[in-house]
């Protein structure tokens, strides 16, 4: 067994990424809406195949969203999300909007996004109010443990 650490490529996605970028996606449960390759980093293994993939994604309220953030499992707990982050956020001005499931808030918070919570919700953009408003009957529907949680990278205090 060898002792050196494979090698991963992250490069901007190409149009032939993007079957296995809408396959990832389906096979880790994610919102499968908007997946448009222009706009995904990819990470890719020795052999050219895809790893892992993430995206900031523009809505038509202005907001941008960090989305679709997957890694295949056997290659999970390895720093290749992370390193997608960092390298989708060194491109991107605040604010930039995710949504999660409430167990992934402590991952994004190392990247300094920090949890919305309370209030009436109008410093939201309407496409995560939108969001949250449609996920609640779909997690009800399917006894899904936790909340959707909308998390912002700003430096503006809330």
């Not at 396959?23 to 448009?36: D, E, Q, S, T």
């Not at 990819?42 to 202005?62: F, M, S, W, Y």
Request: proline share 8%; hydrophobic share 40%; net charge positive.
């Amino acid at each position: 067994m060898s002792d050196t650490q494979p090698t991963i490529t992250y490069r901007p996605a190409q149009a032939n990424d993007e079957p296995a970028i809408k396959a990832l996606i389906r096979a880790v449960n994610i919102n499968p809406i908007g997946l448009k390759w222009p706009r995904f980093l990819v990470a890719i293994d020795e052999n050219g195949t895809l790893i892992g993939c993430g995206q900031i994604k523009p809505h038509r309220d202005g907001s941008r969203e960090l989305a679709s953030l997957a890694v295949q499992k056997t290659w999970r707990r390895q720093g290749i999300a992370r390193t997608i982050v960092q390298q989708l956020l060194a491109n991107e001005s605040q604010p930039v909007w995710l949504t999660c499931m409430n167990r992934l808030v402590p991952f994004y918070e190392q990247f300094d996004f920090v949890e919305v919570i309370g209030g009436d919700g109008r410093s939201i953009p309407l496409y995560f109010r939108l969001a949250r408003a449609v996920f609640k009957p779909i997690q009800w529907i399917s006894h899904l443990p936790g909340y959707l949680a909308i998390m912002v990278w700003s430096t503006d205090p809330k």
